[in-house]
DNA sequence: TGGTTACATAATAGCGCTATTATCTCGAGC
DNA sequence: GCTCGAGATAATAGCGCTATTATGTAACCA
């Protein structure tokens, strides 16, 4: 007498309610053809194609991406590693990669560090889990162990929102002292002389910091000129612009010409000399940094600095795409400096 | 004679660099083992862990989510859906939901509709792909194809920044004709009168025109008041507003009281008031939305209506994370409303 | 006519992981 | 001493798709 091995039943895994073989079986016409439907259109025949749609239609086929990212072993998401989207400049940068990327049907993953830089290796590591096709970075400090990471992945990497020596791949963005080095230029050339850098956060935004370093550099060189920094470590904001004009006034009563680290600073320092009655122009310059959406209407009007916050965004794209489309192009070191503007205004 | 079949030889597919079946041998035990340590730790033996967690390290081993969200049937990705982080009161919004998220390694991931609905309905099957845990939208106006595909998905959906009748699943905002309810009755209890809506691009923000509606309705439920609306389709910005007062002044010289539709405009109507020496609030009462970060740094500081959007996000967060833990519990239909504050300064 | 292409479609074998079931070990309880 | 069960670990069978190879068919040339 023999036993027959019952086979054992499984209860099923949760499963997709339509895959590609029940839009195959509808269509008549093998897994393999619906796949290379939507992977290349031109390689299937307008009948079989015909036949795909409408069944992908009638059965209201959502593809697995997951699956075909495994097996393809590599999905079509980009990860967007910013401090925080709170932010406008990044905001913009985000926008701008996601409206790029979304037409060539790659998707966003976004996290944020916050400014806290420890935290980005964890990031990175997730975001690696995903295999995605690209990772964007901002700024340029990243940890060995980060580094080694994205190396070893042979991800593609742009760092974005600032330029300099070591640069792990790809680099989008403007060297931030070239900023600070512009505003003293301005501000020595409308005539002033005792120039103070007003900053919040500088200890962790390092962009900030490298401008406020470039500002007092470029006065250094000149002479009969002088340049301070202040600064706050809390959030920018025009409160916080306000009080240290407050505090300006106090430590450094000579000063003629102030830039700030950002609009919301400046336009704190603006409001805050109308209260005072200190004209602007004429007793104080203000230079700004970011160009935000009241900059231009404020008044006096502010003159400040535009990071092209829109355009970083939009060439960082054009590189990821660039490499996805060309894998195998010899991998160029493309390093693109967007540059800024100086706007001037009625403030300086 | 026999043939002797020779396999055919494949070239392998390219893969990863480190499995878990190679971080299982490194720390002889079993895939099952060490796959059971990620997903429940608890579960795993103090001896066992050790060995799993030095294997991990010394192997440098990133898991792979796509195998296992294929695996598992549903993956940690949150699904976004807004109009754009461009706008600060999303981006205010994502930045909470992904801090909030992230706390439980749920990803984010981010698409816009730009504020073309009818694009929504390919946003939505793209993020289905993914088989997220969850999937965020932005009001309740959404097409009748992309209701279905959520329903049938069965996943779970938030619709943030606007309460009204038609909720798919859970809500978390605030009623917007509220909103303008408000604004008008805090210009009717200053006094006003002669009240006039401020908008811009009221024909695709669906929310600020239902702001603009319920302002108009509260007027014209007051005796001896009245109301009228004027607006641009550009995006908002101070620019336009500056420029709508203007043309406020043409068609309605006797307006005594302005409600604009966000913050940036009124920001535009208080320095165009400024120019042309308008007194604000004697001549003029202004009430913006949005509490924006310089609105209560301008100079009339600006009364204005505070939506909650780090709130909205945090809730819309709260709920999600609940769901996930307990996806057995009764579907409860969750409607969150978070109100909002009107902030009386020195503009009315 | 035969052979060579080019094109279209199909069969095959995993991608790396998880959920389920099965097995093993060890101490408690009789 | 033996059974029993709890706890820990392992074996198994896919998840749904893609990349590769194989096959079929029509078009073309000598």
Known sequence: MTMVASKPIRTRRKMQRVTIMDV????????????LYFRKPDAVSAAASEAIARAI????????????????????VVSIIVPSVRNAFFAETVAALQDELGKQRLQVMLSHTEYKEHDEENLVRTALSWAPAAVVLTGLSH?????????????????IWELGSPTMDMAVGFHHDQVGHAAASHLLQRGRKRLLFVGARL???RRAARRAQGFVEAARNTPGASAEIIQNPAPASAEVGAMLLGEARLRF??????????????LGVIFECQRLGIAIPERLSVVGFGDLSFSAAAN???TTIR???????????????A??????????????????????????
């Open 24 to 35: 195959a079986a509808r269509a008549e016409l093998s897994p393999s053809t619906v796949s």
């Open 57 to 76: 239609d009638a059965l209201d086929y959502v593809p697995n991406l997951m699956a075909g990212g495994l097996a393809a072993a590599s999905s079509r």
């Open 143 to 159: 940890s060995a162990a980060t580094r080694r990471l994205l190396h070893d992945s042979k991800v593609p990497v742009v760092e």
């Open 203 to 205: 200890h962790e935004d």
């Open 253 to 266: 009563p000579t000063v003629d010409g102030i830039a700030c680290s950002n609009d919301h600073i400046a």
């Open 300 to 302: 006096p009007s502010l």
């Open 307 to 321: 990071p092209p916050g829109d355009l970083i965004g939009k060439e960082a794209a054009r590189l990821i795409i």
């Open 323 to 348: 490499r996805i489309l060309h894998p195998d192009a010899e991998p160029q070191q493309a390093v693109i400096d967007t540059r800024f503007t100086l706007l001037h205004r009625q403030s300086s």
